[in-house]
Nanobody, 127 residues
Framework: QLQLVESGGGLVQPGGSLRLSCVASGFTLDYYKIGWFRQAPGKEREGVSCISISDRDTYYADSVKGRFTISRDNAKNTVYLQMNSLKPEDTAFYYC????????????????????WGQGTQVTVSS
């Protein structure tokens, strides 16, 4: 059974860093693109980043470009989201999602196109 488990969230001060992990079980990440999404209270879910199978293609929301970095370690069946220079507006529940597809595609940020989701991890940026 395909399962994704996120970890690494927590409380951090503005300007701080966190690294989120998304560990897959029940399947091999090698054949899946992975996306990170977030949802803040009262707001719609937002696509944060995507990494293709080959990890040569990465995509980011404009709001996180230059601050967040997505990477994958297929040997560990894990995808990471390194978040630097965090801002209070980054506060949200963060989810990873998987789709058996080679590339992220034009509409990677649309959650409806991702069939498999983790349970999420909370990130709070506050002083």
């Amino acid at each position: 059974q395909l399962q994704l488990v996120e970890s690494g969230g927590g409380l951090v001060q503005p300007g701080g860093s966190l690294r989120l992990s998304c560990v897959a079980s029940g399947f091999t990440l090698d054949y899946y693109k992975i996306g990170w999404f977030r949802q803040a209270p009262g707001k719609e879910r937002e696509g944060v980043s995507c990494i293709s199978i080959s990890d040569r293609d990465t995509y980011y929301a404009d709001s996180v470009k230059g601050r967040f970095t997505i990477s994958r370690d297929n040997a560990k069946n894990t995808v990471y989201l390194q978040m630097n220079s965090l801002k209070p507006e980054d506060t949200a529940f963060y989810y990873c999602a998987a789709s058996r597809s080679r590339s992220c595609g034009t509409y990677w940020y649309v959650g409806a196109y991702w069939p498999s989701w983790g349970q999420g991890t909370q990130v709070t940026v506050s002083s």
